[in-house]
């Protein structure tokens, strides 16, 4: 119930292409969704987050899209750079809840030069 | 500069020798916690504080303990670790309201014991 699965576990993409990492989860209580962006040899920076009353979240090159019917919700990286190379973590809390952020288990993105 | 500061950035120790990893952060957050970062497992959740001497269990608390005796630090305390403890550990801090969802992490400390 706690669970955020994440998907792909790995991402390869040519420069200028769009780059998708899918989220689903079953606990409804979620109620807020960030995504955190990780360079090698750094730790984990937030970059976008989301709440369920909206479906859609645009910041730059970076949107998330969500579904709340079917509990998923998905980053997507317009125009993909070399520098977008790291790893993507999706998550998931409760506010007012158990105070835990609950992370997927990470997608490593590559783009291409 | 806004930072969450952890040390030391590597440490190579024996199982069994007790180790103090420290975590510092200057933004008067709240709520901080502890998490450890392994390949295929991503962050898991080890501890957390919500206030001062305010703590409570995450994911995966055994073998670790933690204090908050102040409000800028949150040290992560192993007191006989072992070679399973062999991780990647991020400590991260926001503010209560916040509910520990929009996090500042640390650079991490990259954790070997033999």
């Known amino acids: 119930q706690q669970q955020v699965k994440q998907s792909p576990q790995s991402l390869i993409v040519q420069k200028g292409g769009i780059s998708i990492i899918n989220c689903a989860y079953e606990n409804t209580a979620f109620d807020y969704f960030p995504w955190y962006q990780q360079f090698p040899g750094k730790g984990p920076a937030l970059l976008i987050a989301?709440?369920?009353?909206?479906s859609e979240k645009k910041e730059g090159r970076f949107t998330i899209s969500f579904n709340k019917s079917a509990k998923q919700f998905s980053l997507h990286i317009m125009d993909s750079q070399p520098g977008d190379s790291a790893t993507y973590f999706c998550?998931?809390?409760?506010?007012?809840?158990?105070?835990?952020?609950?992370f997927g288990k990470g997608t490593k993105l590559t783009v291409n030069p | 500069e806004a930072q969450v500061t952890q040390n030391p950035r590597y440490l190579i120790t024996v199982t069994g020798k007790k180790l103090t990893v420290t975590c510092s952060q200057n933004m008067n957050h709240e709520y901080m916690s502890w998490y450890r970062q392994d390949p295929g497992l991503g962050l898991r959740q080890i501890y957390y504080?919500?206030?001062?001497?305010?703590?409570d269990k995450g994911d995966v608390p055994e073998g670790y303990k933690v204090s908050r005796k102040e409000k800028r630090n949150f040290p992560l305390i192993l007191e006989s670790p072992s070679p399973n403890q062999t991780s990647l550990y991020f400590c991260?801090?926001?503010?209560?309201?916040?509910?520990?969802?929009?996090?500042?992490f640390g650079q991490g400390t990259r954790l070997t014991v033999v």
């Open positions: 998550a998931a809390s409760i506010r007012g809840g158990s105070e835990k952020l609950v």
């Open positions: 991260a801090s926001s503010f209560l309201y916040r509910r520990g969802a929009e996090a500042f």
């Open positions: 504080s919500m206030n001062v001497e305010v703590t």
């Open positions: 989301i709440r369920p009353d909206v």
